[in-house]
């Protein structure tokens, strides 16, 4: 069973640009999240959508966007970029929202110079 | 305000040892807690887990101890090999209220020693 993908992997984009992240969940799964994760901050919980539904949110600017399509698959926007916005982007996917483990894709590394 | 506590950044251990990461944690809601490793440039992956319900949960070399009343939990990994070098990230989540995301301590840096 392939696991969970993300593209592209690595981005480099200048300040006040936005930007569009994919994420496609294992096969069968139906919950995607997304989270930040910058040094010494961990992981940080952006967002998480179940059937094509936003089910949670976490503590970010309405910059922060995402959705989810008909086929799991997710997307998540960043618009006026800032320096900070630097991170890398992980995503994850679970059966439900409900189910307590989740698996990771491998993340996009965001660059914002 | 951190929910989820993983108070050293990094720990070193000689091959063949023990190695103990710790997690804290505040939020009583938290009823699920997870353990993740994570190499560099992938993302993180599954180790282990436990429920409030329990004090502990095995699984080979990897065991998570659970001390509701403390708030705190541990991972003990024996004997230690260098293949477990990487980041460890303690997670946690409720299936009701507020936390029902998972919520990341900011991760231990394990490196064992040959």
């Known amino acids: 069973k392939a696991g969970v993908t993300q593209t592209p992997r690595y981005l480099i984009k200048t300040r006040g640009q936005q930007v569009t992240l994919s994420c496609s969940p294992i096969s069968g799964h139906r919950s995607v999240s997304w989270y930040q994760q910058t040094p010494g901050q961990g992981l940080q919980f952006l967002f998480e959508?179940?059937?094509?539904?936003?089910?949670n949110k976490g503590n970010f600017p309405g910059r922060f966007s995402g959705r989810q399509f008909s086929n799991s698959r997710s997307e998540m926007n960043v618009s006026t970029l800032e320096l900070g916005d630097s991170a890398l982007y992980l995503c994850?996917?679970?059966?439900?929202?409900?189910?307590?483990?989740?698996?990771f894709g491998p993340g996009t590394r965001l660059t914002v110079t | 305000d951190q929910q989820v506590k993983q108070n050293s950044p990094s720990l070193s251990v000689q091959e063949g040892r023990i190695s103990i990461l710790n997690c804290d944690y505040t939020n009583s809601m938290f009823d699920y807690f997870l353990w993740y490793k994570k190499y560099p440039a992938e993302g993180p992956t599954f180790l282990i887990s436990i429920s409030s319900i329990k004090d502990k949960n095995e699984d080979g070399r990897f065991t998570v101890f659970l001390n509701k009343s403390a708030k705190h939990l541990s991972l003990h990994i024996v004997p230690s090999q260098p293949g477990d070098s990487a980041v460890y990230f303690c997670a946690a989540r409720s299936l009701s209220g507020s936390a029902r995301q998972l919520t990341f301590g900011s991760g231990t840096q394990l490196t064992v020693l040959p």
């Open positions: 959508y179940f059937s094509e539904t936003q089910r």
């Open positions: 994850a996917s679970s059966h439900t929202s409900d189910s307590y483990e989740q698996y």
